[in-house]
């Protein structure tokens, strides 16, 4: 299975859940764990910590 990212303002392509990967700033030192719930066409919020544009990635 790929790794694929997803950008805050894109829709879930699948209902599951979702953990912040990287900003997009490209500030890797988020700590931000969070993982959230999202439903099929759900909007990717921005990171709940940093309130940033994040990629999110599909938790295992």
Same mark, same amino acid.
């Given at each position: 299975? %790929?790794?694929?990212?997803? @950008?805050?303002?894109e829709? %879930? #392509? &699948?209902?599951?859940?979702y953990k912040?990967?990287?900003l997009v700033?490209? =500030?890797?030192?988020?700590s931000? =764990?969070? &993982?959230?719930s999202?439903? &099929?066409?759900d909007?990717? #919020?921005p990171? #709940? !910590? &940093?309130?940033e %544009? %994040?990629?999110w990635? @599909?938790? !295992?």
């Open positions: 299975m %790929a790794n694929n990212q997803f @950008k805050t303002g829709k %879930a #392509p &699948e209902s599951g859940n912040v990967d990287k700033s490209g =500030n890797n030192k988020s931000d =764990n969070t &993982e959230i999202l439903n &099929e066409g909007q990717f #919020p990171s #709940p !910590s &940093e309130n %544009a %994040a990629y990635v @599909k938790s !295992s």
